[in-house]
């Protein structure tokens, strides 16, 4: 009886041992679409007034639509608490989404270098928004089925 006591424990012990020997081997992966990108490709830190300023001054008319107001009180909001943007509702994730496709289509019009880096900040900060609302879905669907 005592060695069976003894050989069970051994057989758990190892058990256990392998499986944290896996555990610890298991590499995460990020695969976000910020995840190879410096914070400086975003709008963020700052760098969305000085996007703001760009599009004032080069795309005038384009700030006084509606588009222009709803793609940048979002960024605002992720600026100044990303989990707050996981409270927009449907309808405001699709006119956000309609408003980032205007403003890069607005960019993209325009002839110099700076219009272009602007317009892939802003496409890199609409991607990171986008994916934060699907993987928030994804969660809150994974706990409505358990």
Do not use: C
Not at 26 to 51: E, H, R, W, Y
Not at 61 to 90: D, E, G, H, R
Not at 133 to 146: E, G, K, L, R
């Amino acid at each position: 009886m005592k060695t069976r006591v003894i050989f069970a424990s051994l057989i758990l012990g190892l058990g256990l041992a392998t499986s944290q020997a896996t555990a610890a081997t298991t590499t995460n992966t990020d695969d976000s679409p910020a995840a190879n990108k410096p914070a400086s490709a975003m709008l963020v830190n700052g760098s969305q007034k000085l996007f703001a300023s760009y599009v004032e001054q080069n795309v005038a008319k384009f700030v006084n639509t509606t588009n222009w107001q709803n793609f940048m009180s979002v960024v605002s909001l992720y600026n100044q608490n990303p989990a707050a943007v996981l409270n927009i509702s449907p309808a405001d994730r699709a006119k956000f989404n309609e408003a980032a496709v205007q403003v890069n289509n607005r960019l993209a019009k325009q002839k110099d270098a700076a219009a272009g880096h602007w317009m892939n900040q802003a496409g890199y900060t609409a991607r990171m928004i986008n994916f934060l609302w699907d993987a928030n879905q994804s969660i809150s669907q994974a706990a409505d089925v358990q």
